[in-house]
């Protein structure tokens, strides 16, 4: 793919490091928890990282199109804790 559209990403479990290798599209990468928090977050990550980690406490990790604001009001990131209650 070249991108993703607005309001598609990947939940990713268990999960607390990435790479983006062979990718062809920035991402932004949100680690969380699994109470579904937000633990880290990386903008913008360019194709071709070798790594990407999400720190200790890191669970999970939701990626999707940089800049895509979608997963970013209360709504989403309640229906986030949701999805990481039922893993």
């Known amino acids: 793919r070249a991108t993703l559209p607005d309001g598609v990403g990947m939940l990713i479990t268990p999960c607390n490091a990435i790479h983006t290798l062979f990718m062809q599209f920035a991402i932004d990468v949100r680690f969380v928890n699994k109470a579904g928090e937000v633990v880290r977050t990386y903008r913008n ?29 209360p ?4 229906q986030l804790k949701k999805e990481c209650s039922h893993v």
Request: charged residues 25%; proline residues 6%; hydrophobic residues 40%.
């Open 75 to 78: 709504e989403a990131l309640e």
């Open 45 to 73: 990550v360019p194709p071709g990282k070798w790594w990407i980690w999400g720190g200790c406490k890191a669970y999970a990790v939701l990626e999707t199109r940089a800049s895509d604001l979608t997963f970013e009001t």
